[in-house]
């Protein structure tokens, strides 16, 4: 192929992405009927399946926490856990299933810290959200405490706030400090809008992730990312030192 011809070819088309290299997603709404996630057993059983056939081996779901919307309670998601666990066992899928919580930030979550009142994984891992458009407030001196108390703040889906779009500095930063930085994967695909997208392409570039995860609430979500295995990008993210196969 001559000089010309091989600067305008098509770019060649990459395979499938190995998603098992991951083994484990650490971010999902699975319990039924307690949050803006799964809506019954039989969802929840079709996605699980559905993640197994996408190479996972274990699940950490993480039912929303917000005081003003989702007051979900340890009693509450490690009850619906143990369902779950149950109709595994019944149909025999031998997929691993934990449980945690997403915390949204506010003063109801500040006020858990005294308390030692967090639904953690892994040790002391606390997966933590922000409203998506404003910036929060108090948040340096919180994350400060919670790892002087030896716990690991991972921030949910760090590429949906548009507070921090244009930039990676603070992912960098935060990462310094021992706070850790997660994304989802179908930000990759342009689920949430351009802007969304190309924060987490810039994500991907300057390396600043710890984990990605589904964020999954419904089947069409794994369904999306089956879709995106063959993206650029995906392959780029499964090349970074990612910890979620040391969960």
Known sequence: ????????????KLGPADLSVLKVDMHSHLIPGIDDGSK?????????????????????????IMSDMYRNTPETILGGLEDVRAELKRINLDIDIEAAAEYFYDETLVARLPKNDFLTFSGKHVLIEFS??????????????MLINEYKPIIAHFERYSFLHGS???AAEWRE????IQLNINSLSGHYGPSVKKQAEMLVDSGQIDFIASDCHRIDHLNQIDALRTSEYLHKVLELPLKNQFL
């Open 1 to 12: 192929m001559g000089l010309f011809s091989s600067l305008f070819s098509k770019k060649e």
């Open 40 to 64: 019954s057993l039989d969802d929840t059983i079709g996605m699980l399946t559905k993640f197994k056939e996408l190479g996972y081996s274990k699940i950490i779901t993480t039912p929303h």
């Open 132 to 145: 998506f458009g404003s910036e929060p407030r108090g948040h340096e001196a919180f994350f400060f405490d």
């Open 168 to 170: 990676v500095d603070k």
């Open 177 to 180: 400090k021992g706070i850790l």
